[in-house]
């Protein structure tokens, strides 16, 4: 019944995470689909071959109420076409759990999204603790030059809901103009349904 007190070891550069009982990786080969460009997803992978996007690093602790899994995400840094690296991105099943971000090196920007349609981001630096309220889908970019660290906690009964995201996407796509992160329309976008 009661678990054993225990501590891991994070490294802020990096995002090691140790001990961690998994490592999740993202190609863009598994998750192309979520960029808005598919010609240079396509043109990516006929010419470099596969690219690494992000990888979770989660702590041992259990996925079930009373819980806080905390877990360290890497997004590398790149774009495909104007649009930075990023996380798939999902709703909690549970819609009223939230969640914590810790930024912790790197920079990035946490984008998020309500069933509403509206669409937030917040800046995200070492240092930096970003709230993702409940009810808000939320995905995290790499918008710097290196790899984008931060580390999340959130409660262990929230479960993931990424089948919402994966046939709607977001109403709105993090891309760069002029070397500055810009929110842009998602032109495939509308509610309840369709494309990316
Ligand atoms: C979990 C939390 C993060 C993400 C991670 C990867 O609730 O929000 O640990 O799992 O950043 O993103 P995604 O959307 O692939 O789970
Ligand atoms: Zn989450």
């Known amino acids: 019944m009661f678990m054993e007190p225990f501590a891991c070891e994070v490294e802020p550069q990096?995002?090691?995470l140790r001990p961690s009982q998994q490592v999740i990786r993202r190609t863009l080969r598994n998750i192309g689909g979520i960029f808005l460009d598919q010609e240079a997803v396509q043109q990516i992978l006929s010419t470099e071959g596969d690219r690494l996007i992000y990888e979770v690093y989660a702590a041992d602790?259990?996925?079930?109420e009373g819980h806080l899994p905390y877990s360290?995400?890497?997004?590398?840094?790149?774009?495909?076409?104007d649009e930075y690296h990023m996380t798939k991105g999902h709703y909690h099943m549970k819609r009223n759990r939230a969640e914590v971000y810790l930024g912790l090196s790197g920079e990035g920007c946490l984008i998020l999204q309500n069933e509403a349609g509206e669409v937030r981001a917040v800046a995200m630096r070492a240092g930096v603790a970003a709230y993702v309220p409940p009810g808000w889908a939320h995905r995290t970019a790499n918008t710097g030059d290196v790899p984008f660290v931060f580390f999340a906690v959130y409660p262990?009964?929230?479960?993931?809901?990424y089948g919402t995201i994966e046939i709607e996407g977001f109403a709105k796509a993090l891309?760069?103009?002029n070397g500055r992160p810009?929110?842009?329309k998602n032109p495939h976008w509308r509610q309840g349904g369709g494309a990316r």
């Open 156 to 161: 262990g009964d929230a479960g993931h809901d």
């Open 175 to 177: 891309v760069a103009r």
């Open 14 to 16: 990096t995002g090691i």
């Open 61 to 64: 602790v259990p996925e079930s």
């Open 72 to 81: 360290t995400t890497v997004i590398y840094p790149g774009r495909v076409g």
């Open 182 to 184: 810009v929110l842009m």
